[in-house]
């Protein structure tokens, strides 16, 4: 059977969409640097685009946050006006079954911050090669926590939350212990501790999500 010939624009969709994919898979084991390095690499095939399409939208999206995550609020900030600009242009040429389902997708991931986070280190968790009973009390915690409360804590809570502190705080949570929080986001003893006093600090004692911590 001769095999279909694929135009170079297809190949390089094709290309775009696997390193977005692969961008997210790192993001969601905490390997953020190594989850940029290949989303900037679909940058820089999605700069031969000159029209709208749902890959750049995506790509946009996740350097937004991957800034937000890492507090530099000023990248962030200009990769969520490209995506608002983006947006518009992206709107214009989607039909109305594609922009409810976009828009479905984009509310469902801003409006439920603590539980995406929650079902991400779960399958995280479930995957990794940590103590079998260890992992099934972490599991356990995981299930039985107020996602509701949280989702409310985080939406009244008075400073930024940052992608990064959410991660954590769930961890914290579940009463993970530092040495497997370090296992799951590839650092150091050190860097836990350090995280889990810089968000002690940053909330105030009568922010919600202090009483986890």
Known sequence: MKRKAFSQKTITELKIFVYIII??????????QEAYNIMNKALLLLEKFDEPCALIYAA???????????????????????????????LAVMSEDEIEKLRDATQRLQHFPVKNTVD???RI???????????????????????QLLERAYKNSKVKITDK???????????????????LFDVDLKSVHTARYRIKKKFAREDSF???L
């Open 23 to 32: 961008a997210h898979a790192l993001m969601r084991e905490g390997k953020t």
């Open 60 to 90: 946009y999206q996740f350097m937004a946050g991957y800034y937000a995550g890492l507090d530099r609020h000023d990248e962030a900030l200009k990769y969520k006006n490209l995506l608002h600009e983006y947006e518009t242009a992206l």
């Open 120 to 122: 991400i280190l779960s």
């Open 125 to 147: 968790i479930q995957r990794s090669i940590i103590n079998e009973d260890r992992k099934t009390a972490y599991l356990e915690h995981l299930s039985k926590l107020d996602v």
């Open 165 to 183: 502190d959410i991660r954590y705080i769930i961890c914290f949570a579940a009463n993970m212990s530092a040495k497997d929080v370090g296992f």
């Open 210 to 212: 202090r009483m986890i």
